[in-house]
């Protein structure tokens, strides 16, 4: 790209103004450092504007390995047999809510495979919601549900328990792609989910994974598209080949394109929450991540406590290397500061007012 032409779109960015479709791949297109530079420079100044120096820090419980799907990038489908699952007891997972909640974070994501024995019947979902319901009473703490693509009937009942957030990664918006990836389930089942949760009052986070044959194309459709549901908080992640599955020998380059990703993303959506994911590169990627535009740390997880990651099950858990004891000095060399939990209760007051006022006027929020 010239300089020129890259100076306009980060002059409009800076801006805020609605970048188009070509100007996005344009910038994808993007190899060199100096130009990377640029673009990281115009991201941590429009996250500047809007979060200061604060990052969020979310905690993570992945309660349940089991899942009836068979997503051909993932370690926990259904087909890779030979990799040890669990499920964890209620006491178990309000165990490990409380020593996050105690730790400082901000929020507590309550993640699953769609787990056979939750979906397979209408009482299935029950522990769940009581431990929603015991989490809000014990740690008064913002809660995400990343539990699949359960019924409109289990999702109003995880919202009345007292439920802020609603997770359901589409991956992609390109739908052949999706069809590779996500076999044998819906394109629109998953998309209506996530738009029947907003209209609830759930504050929405939906992602991509990229390095999956993923263009510059693909990918400035799924950043537009996230951007016309107004989603409250965009994720990417690199993909990591997981063993025993269809993508094991995948041919994968470096992360790269994920921190370039983050930072066009905050060019696009200045105001939302975009994480920087402990899962792809632990501890050693987290200063990347933040300084392309991040400002949400995730995938906290206490050592000793039997919990997995994502996309790499075991990196930096047991070392503790995904506590905030490791993190905050992480935050303090970089001249940023963790947010208060009342800091960020207060972000997502204030979202969900605007949302709810965006509804009631019949506005899309962009």
């Given amino acids: 790209m010239g300089k020129s032409q890259l100076d306009k779109i980060l002059e409009k960015a800076s801006q805020e103004l609605t970048l188009e479709r070509h100007e996005i791949v344009a910038l994808l297109d993007l190899a060199s ?24 820090l979310y905690g993570f419980i992945y309660f349940s390995t089991y899942c009836r799907n068979d997503c051909t990038f993932c370690l926990y489908r259904k087909s890779n047999s030979g990799y040890p699952r669990y499920r964890k007891s209620q006491g178990e997972i309000m165990a490990t809510a409380h020593c996050l909640g105690q730790s400082g974070v901000n929020l507590l994501d309550l993640t699953m495979g769609e787990d056979p024995l939750y979906y397979c019947d209408r009482q299935g979902f029950n522990d769940l919601i009581q431990i929603v319901k015991d ?9 995400m549900i990343s539990p699949g693509v359960v019924s409109e009937e289990i999702l109003w009942k995880l919202k009345e328990a007292g439920a802020d957030w609603y997770a359901c990664y589409q991956e992609t918006h390109n739908k052949a792609l999706y069809s590779q990836l996500r076999i044998k389930q819906s394109y ?3 998309m209506n989910r996530k738009m029947s949760a907003q209209k609830m009052g759930y504050l929405i986070e939906e992602g991509m994974l990229t390095g999956v ?3 510059n194309e693909d990918v400035a459709e799924s950043i537009l598209t996230m951007r016309r549901m107004g989603v409250d908080q965009v994720r990417v992640m690199s993909f990591v080949p997981q063993k025993n599955t269809p993508l094991e020998n995948w041919k994968i380059t470096s992360h790269f394109r994920e921190l370039l990703i983050i930072a066009i993303m905050r060019l696009v959506m200045p105001d939302r929450l975009i994480p920087a994911s402990l899962d792809v590169d632990g501890l050693k990627g987290l200063v990347k991540r933040l300084d392309a535009g991040a400002n949400v740390i995730t995938s906290i997880i206490p050592p000793s406590v039997g919990m997995a990651g994502v996309s790499q099950s075991t990196l930096d858990i047991d070392d503790g ?10 935050l303090d060399a970089n001249h940023l500061e963790p947010a208060t939990l009342s800091e960020y209760q207060a972000w997502v007051q204030s979202r969900q007012a605007m949302m709810s006022s965006f509804k009631k006027e019949g506005i899309q929020c962009r």
Avoid: W
């Fill in 135 to 143: 989490i809000k009473r014990e740690i008064e703490i913002p809660v």
């Fill in 321 to 330: 290397n995904r506590s905030l004891e490791k993190i905050i000095p992480v």
């Fill in 33 to 56: 450092e100096e130009e990377f530079n640029k673009v990281m420079g115009v991201a941590q100044k429009l996250r500047g504007k809007y979060f200061r120096n604060r990052i969020f």
């Fill in 213 to 215: 044959g993923d263009t």
């Fill in 188 to 190: 629109e089942e998953r």
